[in-house]
């Protein structure tokens, strides 16, 4: 059909009407605009220029829902009992309020599940960092003998025995079931997982009411030379997204090395991802053997200057704080729960 | 005078020569006629080749017993007419031979068949039932022998089809646990484990329908049973189990896994047993008749949590190291069965040889108030009544209640007046919240004076349904075992051991006399559970006190 335009004047106004549209379309809460692409709202304190999407997987509400649909799903363990919910619960903060992981049969493993919070800012994934993106990760615990026993040729004929997710996977990778549609949802359901708007957000946007007075003393404390926790937790999302020695579990006969199981390189010995601190207070116990129980055994961990072993970071050393300056400290992490509602 | 002299020496030389002429023959005579027909028989036993070394050869129903030497020689001395004619042979590793012993005094060979070293997937399971009962007819009246219980019917097969074992896969109250439904059939009753897992079968049909089991090991649907899998541990499935080695991880490893079954190749035929005198196609099986044939399935975890523990309480007792295993109480001999497959060619056996397939277990209220021993003395002492009550547990192997969680005793404690008023409780011992909340009458015991024993399982974290859309299972106190699940607490009584409780009451001189009656009943189940399900089961007394304070 042409129509022919009558004068410069028309068009302009035309060319005006379909900007409108476009402009109303991009704004307001997360949906999928005129061009196909999700807009994630991210909470007060979150920089929405660090996020991380790769450009093979980028974000739609139908693969977002069928990622999540998939997150809860048991029956991509071998016997249908355990889901990623079952270790990243989202009651407890992502994780599962254990000291060390529990997958398929009961069986116990070496490190805690860590926190899905804000990992839509990072690439490294696992405490080894061993995998460099979300999708990557997916097909790991699926596979593992410890955590769902699984292989993918079982999960992609068990989804699609039942029934339930062809027409899903049709209309968001064009494809039937696939193992690599399955992490790709899950990892593009996980980056809408983001946790901010919390007291020490609103106090950085100017509301001075929103941190106590100790919580206030602690974040001076955080960020001064003399504790220096910024040193690795920097930026709005408090992590490095780098690999430390903090001396966890190197006390241990045969401890657990870290990174060094994969890189083999001698300073990677006893290092372990930089987690975030936003939500500490729900993913207790802490560290990546779970063996701090409370946020106080951590501030007592780094105030003693962390367990010594060979490879210890040299940013670590004793703090020789009050008991005071420890609580303050302690309030201040407790004001790093985001307060935005995760409508997941 | 010489003639006297050599007379003397004589006549005592020709009596003790004709003493010892006459005692070479007499003697036999007289063993013969003591015991009937003495005879020694020797032989060899053989693969059909080669001698077997170190083999147990018997006389069938007795305990005339050799082994024989690295020659595969046996020597044996026996009675024709007191102990019967079948000789047989076992060793490890062959079926059971035997052989008719027709002559005196003859060499015989026992030939043994070698078993198959591994077990065939594709055998099909031998149904129990007879014949007549499955309404085959024809087979009956042809006296075709097909099932087992074409032969073992009147004794064996009897006591089994009403005990727990024949029942494991279709219990009424298993399958409401299962699926969770109701007792009358309704969807949706928690406890159900299909409602917590909806996409999961679980590994119950490991030890409730084993006979299915063996098809998948992750799990069967307790749902599509087939034939004789319905029929939960049946004869053909334990016979066919020729040893059990437990695996380390019991929440990954359970039932069937932990068993070395042997099912036959095509065309052949083999029942494990305790006896190594019923020859082929039997095979005797040591492991048959100790306690850790029954390990595989009354013990086990769940997410790396000890839930069935009755072995290994067994284990720990004083019963154990005194060999007194599981089947010597829940397989007793009745005393007064004396041939298992009468008229079908079973022989005559001392009675005290045949195990009962009862299986006595907690369906058996005669049995379980059997395993304990209540006392209760009650003190008064001023103003108040100071009530002690020792429960021991005297009979049983392993603790009182055991096995499955959601078994529990309740000790209810009431002291009254001659009119009938309760006295005033100012203990602190009262029965929880799993003894039930409500009316009392109804069997709700909530609060009221007394202990309740059981091993309490809680829940570790919510856990999230597999659904679209994200929800969390319903809270169930106490939890059930397929959840992710921390042991709250455990106050069962061990063998042999006493619990020790006290309760104390406000008494006044006019309340007197007092009647205190102290009373121990079992529940299959915690009472907020059957009310869930609205399964009406009876309280099964225990023990029973009844005193009066005067």
């Known amino acids: 059909m042409t129509t022919p335009i009558q004068s410069t004047t028309q068009s302009l106004q035309f060319i005006l009407l379909l900007s409108v549209l476009f402009l109303m379309a991009g704004c307001g809460e997360n949906h999928t605009s005129q061009s196909g692409k999700y807009s994630l709202t991210l909470p007060l304190g979150l920089d929405s220029t660090a996020q991380y999407i790769p450009a093979d997987n980028p974000m739609t509400a139908a693969k977002i829902e069928l990622g999540r649909k998939l997150f809860f799903d048991a029956r991509l363990s071998l016997d249908g009992t355990v889901s990623c919910a079952t270790c990243h619960n989202p009651s407890l903060g992502f994780s599962d309020g254990r000291a060390r992981a529990m997958g398929i049969y009961g069986q116990e493993f070496k490190r805690s599940a860590p926190t899905l919070i804000n990992r839509l800012f990072s690439k490294d994934q696992f405490w080894d960092g061993r995998v460099k993106s979300l999708e990557e990760q997916a097909p790991q615990p699926i596979q593992n003998e410890l955590e769902m026993r699984n292989t993918p040729e079982n999960v992609e004929r068990t989804l699609k025995a039942s029934g339930e997710y062809q027409e899903d996977f049709q209309q968001v990778f064009g494809t039937d079931v696939s193992m690599d549609g399955i992490a790709k949802a899950i990892a593009a359901f996980e980056r809408t997982l983001v946790s901010g708007n919390s007291p020490y957000d609103k106090f950085k946007a100017g509301e001075t009411t929103a941190l106590t007075e100790s919580a206030r003393r602690g974040l001076t404390l955080f960020e001064s030379d003399r504790v220096n926790c910024v040193k690795c937790h920097t930026g709005f999302n408090f992590t490095d997204e780098k690999f430390h020695n903090n001396g966890t579990g190197q006390d241990q006969p045969q401890p657990d090395l870290g990174r060094f199981e994969q890189t083999k390189n001698d300073s990677d010995r006893g290092v372990f991802k930089t987690p975030t601190l936003r939500d500490m207070s729900r993913t207790a116990p802490y560290m990546h053997d779970g063996s701090l129980r409370t946020l106080m055994d951590v501030i007592n961990f780094y105030n003693k200057g962390g367990i010594p072993n060979q490879h210890l970071s040299k940013h670590m050393r004793p703090l020789n704080l009050t008991e005071e300056q420890r609580t303050d400290l302690v309030a201040f992490l407790r004001a790093l729960s985001g307060t935005n509602t995760l409508d997941f | 005078m010489r003639q006297k002299t050599l007379l003397v020496v004589l006549i005592p030389m020709f009596s003790v020569g004709l003493i010892i002429f006459a005692s070479l023959f007499t003697l036999e005579e ?518 009066t304070i005067r």
């Open chain 2, 30 to 547: 007289l063993n013969a006629s003591e015991s009937g027909d003495a005879t020694v028989v020797i032989g060899t036993v053989t693969d059909g080749k080669n001698p077997l070394a170190h083999a147990v050869v018997k006389i069938a129903t007795t305990t005339i017993t050799d082994t024989t030497d690295e020659h595969g020689r046996f020597r044996l001395a026996y009675n024709k007419n007191a102990n019967g004619t079948l000789l047989t042979a076992w060793k490890e590793g062959y079926y059971n031979g035997g052989v008719e012993i027709k002559e005196k005094n003859v060499e015989l060979e026992i030939v043994l068949t070698l078993l198959s070293d591994k077990d065939n997937p594709n055998y099909q399971w031998v149904d129990p039932a007879p014949s007549f009962v499955l309404k085959r007819y024809a087979l009956a009246l042809l006296n075709k022998v097909s099932n087992c219980g074409d032969c073992h019917a009147s004794i064996i097969y009897e006591q089994w089809r009403n005990n727990g074992h024949a029942q494991s896969a279709t219990n009424p109250r298993f399958m409401d646990l299962y699926n969770g439904t109701d007792v009358d059939g309704n969807a949706g009753m928690h406890p159900g484990f299909r409602l917590d897992y909806p996409h999961s079968n679980g590994n119950c049909s490991n030890c409730h329908a084993p006979a299915a089991a063996v098809r998948n090991m992750i799990g069967v649907d307790m749902n599509k049973l087939e034939g004789v899998e319905k029929l939960g541990v049946s004869c053909d499935f334990c016979h066919k189990v020729k040893d059990v080695h437990l695996r380390e991880n019991m929440s990954i490893n359970s039932g069937i896994m932990h068993m070395d079954l042997r099912r036959p190749p095509e065309n052949h035929q083999v029942f494990f047993g305790p006896y190594t005198d019923v020859p082929h196609p039997d095979a005797f099986a040591p492991t048959i008749s100790k306690s850790l044939y029954c390990a595989p399935c009354h013990q086990g975890s769940f997410w790396g949590v000890p839930i069935y523990e009755s072995y290994s309480e067994w284990l720990a007792s004083p019963y154990a190291a005194k060999g007194i295993t599981c089947q010597n109480c829940h397989m007793h001999p009745d005393s007064v069965t004396t041939n298992f497959a009468p008229g079908r060619g079973g022989l005559e056996r001392d009675p005290k040889t045949i195990p009962s397939h009862f299986d006595f277990g907690s369906r058996d209220s005669a049995f379980l108030a059997s395993s304990v021993k209540m006392e209760t003395i009650g003190k008064t002492d001023d103003d108040s009544l100071r009530v002690n009550v020792a429960i021991t547990n005297t009979t049983a192997g392993h603790h009182v209640p055991t096995d499955q969680p959601m078994r529990n005793l309740i000790l209810l404690v009431r002291a009254t007046t001659a009119q009938g008023k309760e006295l005033v409780y100012s203990g602190e011992n009262t029965i929880p919240y799993w003894g039930g909340s409500g009316d009392p009458a109804d069997g709700n015991y909530e609060g009221l004076p007394g202990k309740g024993f059981a091993k309490i399982l809680f829940e570790r974290n919510p856990q999230y349904v597999s659904s679209s859309k994200s929800e969390l299972q319903t809270q169930i106190s106490p939890s059930p075992q397929w959840r992710i699940i921390n042991i709250q607490s455990d106050n069962r009584i061990p063998a042999l051991a006493t619990d020790h409780s006290v309760y104390n009451f406000h008494i006044r001189t006019e309340d007197l006399p007092v009647t205190l009656q102290t009373e121990l009943i079992y529940r299959r189940t915690f009472k907020n559970w059957a009310t869930m399900k609205k399964w009406n089961l009876k309280d099964i007394v225990l023990a029973k006190n009844i005193t």
